[in-house]
């Protein structure tokens, strides 16, 4: 239990976060140094929850010295994640069989993501389609063979990256989710984000790209430019279900993709 000068409501929050962080694995990363005297008042209780486990590592960008520093963690603030295959297992167990929101109730199998729990590179769709309903796997029909397609002119395979939706239910006859279905189900989409930390995230199409960037803007203006979410950079491309209707359009998502791979520091196709 933590002892500190805060409110009854401010204490519960922090140490839900840090129980959170904890019981992921997480282990550092704190972007400021906690103010000694406020230190001074902290104190932990040496029982803990047999789930926690002290912090090991620290943020690669931390000189050691620094890591050694107490810090709390904090939400918003990136973290070195353990076992992100563990961290996923986590979130995926607090989704349960889920029925927080409508979607729930025509699902046959929850989408939850799939790929490289460390991939460097991290596609988001809209929601799943009648085919990953059926197998609870994204992007397994045809939009998914293209997004392989596209994958694979990367020069990567799709094992490793990882691919998720903004919602895990299919929406009925493949209908755009509602504010409240992507509401209820991003923040699950934010924290896999905050466990695979990838370099790059590719927003697939204009939901995934409002409920990453928190607000809805036409496509259009959101295209060719590299933009920040959750600490890692993210590019807005054209959903592979678009790409089916409009192939003329499939020039402009490779020169999407190839912003991703200038990013990565992948090898770009020569011209010509
Ligand atoms: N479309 C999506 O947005 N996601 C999927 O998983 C499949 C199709």
Not at 70 to 89: C, F, K, M, N
Not at 178 to 199: K, M, N
Not at 201 to 217: E, F, H, I, K, N
């Amino acid at each position: 239990m933590l002892a500190l000068d805060l409110d009854s409501a401010t204490r519960e929050a922090l140490m839900t976060r840090i129980l959170f962080c904890r019981e992921l694995g997480l282990t550092e990363l704190y972007s400021r140094p906690v103010d000694p005297a406020l230190l001074a008042k902290l104190t932990v209780e040496p029982e803990q929850s047999p789930s926690l486990r002290a912090p090991s590592t620290c943020h690669p960008e931390r000189s050691a010295a620094e890591s050694k520093d107490p810090r709390l963690v904090l939400p918003g603030e990136r973290v070195e994640i353990q076992d992100p295959t563990a961290a996923l297992q986590l979130i995926r167990d607090e989704i349960g069989e889920c029925t927080r929101c409508p979607l729930h109730q025509g699902r046959h199998k929850i989408v939850f993501g799939d790929g490289d729990p460390a991939a460097r590179l991290m596609f988001v769709g809209e929601g799943p389609g009648a085919d990953e309903d059926a197998q609870g796997l994204p992007f397994v029909g045809k939009a998914g063979q293209l997004l392989n397609n596209m994958i694979s002119a990367m020069g990567l395979k799709r094992e490793e990256v990882y691919i998720a939706n903004v919602v895990k239910c299919r929406p009925p006859g493949n209908r755009v989710p509602e504010q409240i279905e992507g509401d209820t189900c991003a923040p699950f989409l934010f924290r896999q984000i905050d466990v695979i930390r990838p370099q790059v995230l590719v927003a697939l199409g204009a939901t995934a790209a409002t409920w990453l960037l928190g607000s809805r803007q036409p496509l259009a203006g959101l295209r060719g430019r590299v933009h920040s979410v959750r600490g890692t950079q993210l590019i807005v491309t054209y959903h592979p279900a678009y790409l089916l209707r409009d192939p003329r359009q499939k020039k402009e998502a490779w020169a999407d993709l190839q912003i991703a791979m200038k990013e990565l520091k992948l090898k770009l196709p020569s011209k010509g």
